[in-house]
């Protein structure tokens, strides 16, 4: 009756996981190299680095998933010889290649800001002439959390991005997105293609970190179908299972795809209570193949990160309705240690807990700005 | 930073207080004969038989608390010698015996059904007269579930009685209780002596085991009010930390007192999902000596128990809005093995996820009887 699931990976991402999959007699186990990982606390760690350990991470589980998208294609592939991964192979070989993926939006008429691929300096050239200053130069692959990227903002930066990037061969130039928002849409998909979709957030970065994000994105009602209709393209056309992520930008030219990541997101923590079935629980779903469970919103949720140093756990609990989610690891600089959900009432108290939270956090982020949200938005 | 709570038992209230010390970094250990036991997947279980066992766990870690009322009162003395328990060793003993639990609540004014102590058969005999019929002769130590009672109906029982329940010597005979309902309230108290309060439970039993619970309670505003009293009594009288439920009976002459479990309960598995803050996060939460979180509703919720046999999963997970905890325990007859709680949007969605639950489950219990809730009868 009970079921594994193996992961690649075993982060907070995975530790998330398995904590949704207990409840429904599911185990998760972990292919990680850190057997002190966040998930560890929940579930065997096959530390990678054995000659043996994928063969023994492949005997281990009856069905596979993963919270890391760069988990590398070959393992995927000694995998799949013989057991199925969820989401599929396509959709994480796209992901880890920011030019088959656009390429992917291309082709689903999902409307990404205009770009030119660049294996040469020449290439770059033209493409500052084609797409104009600023450009931004990405790496294909291997990006993550606004590393492997360089900003041109006039000609004379196109030896410095070159000598930057160039080494990885493959990258892509983005013509500038003036965007006044950055969302993300997070759907699951099942074994049998049913689709479902949480509301719209709103995220706020600090130099390229999560700080916050905000669900339901105000004013986002529009929104949210045009972004439906996108991500259930993708889940649909790379035969998803699970929880797939479109990150999207809002322009003045209306909503553009930025990337999407084949996994359980940062931006989807808040689902955790904020949602009748958080994404956790309904990526467990979609990979065990169970029904999906309700992604309506419970209430207006706020979900702010905690980077780097832990706050006083005390401080935190007693901020009415907070709950903190901690992922037992080390503190950082930069790193992700946790998460606080707020429920506010209304406007003024997530006003006040805001304010409260940024002298809390040793390291508050973008929390300083102005913070609202919108009861009653979406239903 | 990281503290550990040792548990006394390792059942599923155990499990589920784990499940809600994790996030917040606190990890829970179990000291239990079965090291397969429904806790074991989330700390580490010290087996209870060996000789040094007990030393063991007593340096395993920072605090300790418990999930089995019956924890030997002999093992409580050798671990406070050195370290600390909550709930504090006087609220185990008083409601590890039903004597000394209803001189407290004689004491603090707590209503309960007129009763007698009983320690011979002559006792009986003069309880039976003085208390009319029927009674229910009760044993004062070691009940649990309906068991170690005899209900007497005629005089002609007193023997047979005396016969079944005459060896456990600390009897209590009790007038019978003409009652309308059960219901049930559960508080916290933190370690500076902060009170809180989940709305009442209204439960339903078969055959002694708990079928469902409903809350808020149908028509409990009032009664709200008197059970919150009596139960901070009780809190404070015992200088109490954690966790704490007492069982009540609706009768004509008011609220009575059953008894009282000085652990997290069965009634209050609801708040998972239905409360801010669950019985679980707040037991750990107070062990731990961090702030109580709200206890307020999230909305009417009913919880329901698998009893004896596993449903399909899947079939309870395609019910709208339903969550399902399942405890990782082997099937058997009357055995308690997960519950399903439901958060329906009004009476009659109610109506219909009970009626497809009573086919879905194979020890179906109660549920058949007509289930109603009100929706914002109690912030």
Same mark, same amino acid.
């Given at each position: 009756?009970? %079921? ?33 990982? /966040? ?50 192979? #396509? ?46 130069? %990405?790496?294909?692959? &291997? ?49 049998? &293609? ?67 990541? /084949? ?15 958080? #994404? ?8 065990? &193949? ?30 009415? &309705? ?6 037992? %690891? ?31 956090? /040793? ?17």
């Amino acid at each position: 009756m009970n %079921k594994t699931i193996g992961i690649f990976g075993g982060g907070q991402l995975g530790r998330m996981m398995a904590q949704a999959a207990l409840p429904l007699n599911i185990q998760c186990c972990f292919y990680e190299a850190d057997t002190h990982c /966040p998930a560890a606390q929940l579930g065997a760690v096959i530390a990678n680095q054995a000659p043996d350990a994928l063969q023994q991470f492949i005997a281990s589980a009856d069905v596979f998933s993963l919270e890391f998208e760069n988990t590398p294609l070959a393992d995927v592939d000694q995998l799949i010889q013989t057991q199925t991964l969820y989401p599929p192979r #396509q959709a994480l070989a796209t992901a880890q290649n920011r030019l088959l993926e656009k390429a992917l939006f291309d082709e689903l008429a999902i409307p990404v800001a205009p770009y030119r691929a660049v294996h040469c300096e020449a290439d770059l050239e033209q493409a500052v002439a084609e797409l104009g200053l600023p450009l931004v130069l %990405k790496t294909a692959t &291997g990006g993550y959390d606004g590393k492997g990227q360089f900003v041109l903002r006039e000609r004379a930066d196109i030896q410095a991005a070159w000598q930057a990037l160039g080494p990885a061969q493959h990258l892509v130039a983005e013509a500038f997105v003036d965007f006044s928002r950055e969302l993300s849409i997070i759907a699951v998909r099942g074994q049998d &293609g049913e689709l479902k979709t949480w509301p719209l957030a709103e995220n706020h970065h600090h130099h390229g970190i999560l700080s916050h994000s905000i669900v339901p994105a105000p004013d986002s009602a529009e929104l949210q179908l045009v972004a439906q209709d996108y991500i259930c393209r993708l889940l649909d056309r790379l035969d998803y299972v699970g929880v797939l992520t479109l990150e999207l930008f809002v322009t003045e030219q209306g909503l553009l795809a930025n990337e999407m990541a /084949p996994r359980v997101h940062n931006s989807g923590h808040w689902s955790i209570e904020g949602a009748i079935c958080s #994404q956790f629980e309904n990526h467990i779903r979609a990979v065990a &193949g169970l029904p999906l469970g309700s992604t309506a919103m419970v209430a207006p949720t706020v979900m702010v990160n905690i980077i780097g140093q832990y706050p006083d756990s005390a401080q935190v609990l007693a901020l009415d &309705g907070a709950h903190l989610h901690l992922y037992n %690891k080390t503190e950082r600089a930069g790193r992700k240690l946790g998460h606080i959900t707020l429920l506010p009432k209304d406007s003024a108290q997530l006003s006040t807990l805001c304010q409260k939270l940024a002298i809390i956090l /040793p390291e508050p982020l973008a929390l300083h700005a102005e913070i609202d949200i919108q009861h009653g938005a979406v239903e």
